[in-house]
């Protein structure tokens, strides 16, 4: 019996036209693997603009002001807003120069781990954003707290920047929903660890928030591996815009109920780039 299957499956292969069906076939396969690949590359896996590792290769001639973006996802930018790349074309050519230390489905935790990075680059000025994976991971309240003060006690005491936290965006547009509510709890303890540390306090959530529709009914919170990479094909492959992406889902601000349309990437620039610009009281 095997032996005839092995004869059957030997003429299938060795027949030319069937050789040729094979070939485009297994040509085919090979290409969209190649581009799956691709699209988990750009999307998850490809490093920043200019991450810790390249920059401490030396400040560029000219810089004044050296800032680090210390985050998850949302500084990253792969799949979101590259609020960080806006601010290096606005004030780049005015002597700063951005780092971008975000890293895809980082925590606090994360963030602690890797504190080292951003102290080697000796910045000007860093800023914090985290949060939402800590929400959507289940860690405590009381760990996140004290994983924030460590991060900043640290840079305090390493470095001579000036330190921002900003609050987490927020997860899907519906500020009374269930991950936003749990969310609730974790922004106030940015805002408090801030105040009580003698940091700045970004209100990057309050002012997306701030953006959304009143009275609109938002979709519910449905992140998902598999909305995230069609984002990824929409945007990379057929240039698809964040803005537009995010209408099509029903939302506004957020393109997959996490990550930033250009429009909150603007926001979040917006915030940042005022407070690089400010030299008052260090909380407000």
């Known amino acids: 019996m095997l032996t005839r299957v092995s004869q059957t499956a030997h003429r299938l292969l060795t027949t030319p036209e069937n050789t040729l069906t094979v070939t485009v076939a297994l040509t085919l396969l090979l290409l969209l693997a190649g581009g799956l690949g691709f699209l988990v590359y750009v999307a998850f896996k490809r490093q920043p603009a ?9 400040r560029a001639p000219g810089t004044h002001t050296v800032m680090v973006a ?7 930018a792969t799949l979101s807003a590259d609020w960080v790349g806006a601010l290096r074309n606005r004030l780049g050519p005015g002597g700063y120069e951005f780092v971008n230390a975000g890293l895809n489905g980082h925590t606090s935790a994360d963030l602690l781990r890797r504190i080292d990075e951003v102290v080697a680059c000796r910045p000007d000025a860093v800023t914090i954003m985290v949060g939402t994976n800590d929400v959507r ?61 003698g940091v700045s306090y970004l209100p990057v959530h309050e002012a997306i928030v701030g953006h959304l529709g009143q009275g609109a009914t938002a979709p519910q919170f449905a992140f998902s591996f598999g909305l995230a990479l069609r984002i990824a094909v929409r945007h990379y492959l057929f240039r698809t815009s ?36 400010r030299r008052a009281e260090p909380f407000g």
């Open 50 to 58: 200019n991450p810790p590792k390249k920059f401490r290769q030396g």
């Open 242 to 277: 964040l803005d537009d992406i995010a209408r099509s889902n029903g939302l506004t601000m957020l393109t997959d109920h996490i990550h930033l349309s250009d429009r909150a990437g603007q926001v979040v620039a917006d915030l940042v780039a005022s407070w690089l610009g």
């Open 70 to 76: 210390f985050g998850d996802s949302i500084t990253h």
């Open 137 to 197: 991971n289940g860690i405590p309240l009381a760990q996140f707290h004290a994983n924030l003060d460590t991060i900043i006690s640290r840079l305090q005491a390493r470095t001579t920047a000036r330190i921002a936290l900003l609050s987490a965006t927020p997860l899907g547009e519906d500020p009374a929903g269930p991950a936003n509510q749990a969310l609730a709890e974790y922004n106030a303890a940015i805002k408090e660890t801030a105040e009580r540390m």
